[in-house]
């Protein structure tokens, strides 16, 4: 199957790094996971698993800092259930003792030409088939309709989504991202095989002249 292609861009971006806890520092470049949804914003189906296949970046990558105020905690989901079974509880959260303070380092004025391609699932039903789910997806991409708002990494980044075709040139490589560029360890995506304790999964990607290739999700260059 030839790999799908959207083109996107937005004005902020933050692909976190787990190891960073609370303080959100974006990775340089978008993840696959978060590419994965992207695909998955505008069309997901038990019946089909998506596989992010490359990565072009278009943009400089460049960096801003944030500072703001958020809650310390969030409403016990126990507290919910407890009001809607008896009507009355405490479901409020005072802004004054909860506040924090919380630096982000961001990625601003980002643009992208991900590449991707789907498989069936065991889910999949006897109705089901490759041909089904890809025009469904031209469709949907083509006509700007989604399951949900994209996104870059955090909801509060939106992201704009076009369908590109797998022929056209991508634009040339800016000069600050030319050659070789060793990006480290990078979170690859959550194995969601445990379902109840999910495992992040990482890999070494290089970008060369902006562009990056992600590996098969069994291949032994993704560790868990």
Known sequence: MQPFVLHVTGDFACFTRPEMKVERVSYDVITPSAARAIFESILWKPAIRWQIRRIDVLAPIRWTTLRRNELAG??????VHSAMRHGVGQLAQYIEEERQ???????????????????????????????KFAEMFRRRASRGQCVNQPYLGC????ADVSL????QAAPPCPPTLRGEYPLGWMLYDLDFTQ??????????????DGVIHVPDWQSEEVLG
Request: proline share 8%.
């Open 74 to 79: 969030k409403l016990s989901l126990a507290s």
């Open 101 to 131: 303070q919380r630096a982000s380092l961001l990625l601003r004025d980002v643009a992208y030409r991900l590449y991707a391609d789907f498989s069936l699932t065991e889910r999949a039903g006897p109705d089901d088939s490759l041909v």
């Open 155 to 158: 909801r509060e980044f939106a």
């Open 164 to 167: 590109a075709s797998p022929d």
């Open 195 to 208: 379902a109840d304790d999910p495992r992040p999964r990482f890999y070494r990607p290089v970008m060369r």
